[in-house]
């Protein structure tokens, strides 16, 4: 079959694509969109029960039956094999439950009447290896492993037949993803919302290409137009993956008023906190990054204490769409991220402005 665009490279054709542009969402709409756009859909599976996952990964195949689809896991190495909710909870210190009950008073939150992931469990090495086992039992062609690299992990999805790969923000958690056997690395710069580290993207994907050893590098991190997926390119990448530019596609249908929050914001308008879980994190400034952020607030608890301290709160703001509380994960891409638009259209905006700037390039002196 004859192939339209003009963006199909070696790492397309490997993983079935048309497009090198890698999508990540707590969608499965989403997903499934983006793949049948042409690009690779990745859904970030991280904040789903075992006991949904599979029914989820199902229902992403529905959406997308005809092109590969990806699922990303967080598995983070340092928490312990098993945790309860209730063990977790009780370890948390009385200030810091203290300061989210204030907020729950000062926002006057109504308490949650639904749960959601941060209500209802906490990470631990039980859960990522139920999450996983639904990963590898599925259809899915793609497995990304957005934090840790455990060596038998991806061995057991390379034996499900899953190509692999894992998200790096250092040289050197690149050179320990190659020697768990990763096939595919995505350096994700500071710039990136989510979980992120240190390097800015322009200074670390030509990092991971001069060490990759020969192996595919996606470039991820404030990548928001197509002249930023040429300037991938240019810089060693094959590809480019972005996260934030879908949390304003019609198919994602936020809360209303967290799309208007996103939209609203610029790129100075994004901070990394531990507050979200533990962890460094990007996420669009909101009263809740203000809060523990205020002279006297407690510091954030590490990964999974963090979570089970603000999950109740995090619950009820999601229910009940307390405004001034929304947040999400957002990179300094969220700069582009200026409508509401359906994923089709996002992705022929890319497209084309990445076939303008490489053209804009070839020409280059004029
Ligand atoms: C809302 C949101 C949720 C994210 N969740 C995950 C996740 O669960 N797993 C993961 O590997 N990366 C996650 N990321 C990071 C993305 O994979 C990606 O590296 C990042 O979004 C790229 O930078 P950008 O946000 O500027 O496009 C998330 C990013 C965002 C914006």
Same mark, same amino acid.
């Given at each position: ?162 190509? +692999? ?5 250092? #040289?050197?958690?690149?050179? !320990?993803? &190659? /020697? %768990? =056997?990763?096939?595919?690395? $995505? ?61 304003? +596609? ?5 809360? #209303?008023?967290?799309?208007? !929050?996103? &939209? /609203? %914001? =610029?790129?100075?308008?994004? $901070? ?95």
């Amino acid at each position: 079959m004859s192939n339209p665009h003009t963006l199909t490279n070696a790492l397309c054709r490997r993983l079935g694509i048309q497009v090198p542009i890698f999508g990540l969402a707590h969608s499965i709409e989403v997903a499934a969109a983006i793949s049948r756009a042409g690009g690779l859909g990745v859904y970030a599976a991280a904040r789903d029960g075992p006991n949904e996952l599979a029914a989820k990964l199902r229902a992403l195949r529905r959406l997308c039956p005809n092109h590969p689809v990806a699922v990303d896991l967080l598995l983070p190495t340092s928490l312990p094999g098993s945790n309860t909710r209730a063990s977790v909870a009780a370890a948390v210190p009385p200030e810091h439950q203290k300061f989210v009950q204030g907020l729950f008073k000062r926002f006057g939150v109504p308490p949650a009447t639904q749960g959601n992931f941060f209500s209802q469990y906490v990470r631990s090495q039980d859960l990522f290896e139920e999450q996983l086992e639904a990963v590898v039992q599925s259809d899915v062609q793609v497995f990304a492993a957005g934090v840790g690299t455990p060596p038998a992990v991806l061995a057991r999805a390379k034996a499900a037949g899953q190509h +692999t790969i894992a998200l790096v923000g250092t #040289p050197r958690h690149a050179e !320990k993803a &190659m /020697a %768990a =056997g990763v096939d595919i690395l $995505v350096a994700q710069g500071y710039d990136a919302g989510g979980h992120t580290g240190q390097i800015g993207t322009f200074s670390l994907v030509p990092q991971i290409v001069a060490c990759a050893g020969g192996r595919p590098v996606i470039a991820a991190g404030g990548i928001g137009a197509g002249a930023q997926v040429a300037a991938s390119f240019a810089l060693g990448a094959q590809g480019a993956w972005l996260g934030t530019l879908w949390l304003g +596609t019609r198919e994602h249908a936020l809360p #209303p008023a967290l799309v208007a !929050k996103l &939209m /609203a %914001a =610029g790129s100075e308008d994004t $901070v990394i906190t531990r507050a979200h879980s533990g962890k460094p994190c990007r996420v669009v400034r909101s009263a809740f990054s203000d809060a523990w952020a205020e002279t006297g607030a407690p510091e954030p608890l590490d990964m999974p204490y963090q979570q089970a301290l603000i999950g109740e709160l995090l619950a009820a703001v999601e229910q009940h769409e307390v405004a001034p509380l929304l947040y999400e994960a957002a990179g300094q891409s969220i700069a582009w991220l200026t409508k509401i638009e359906p994923v089709a259209e996002v992705m022929a905006r890319l497209v084309a402005q990445t076939e303008a700037t490489l053209a804009s390039m070839r020409a280059f002196p004029n």
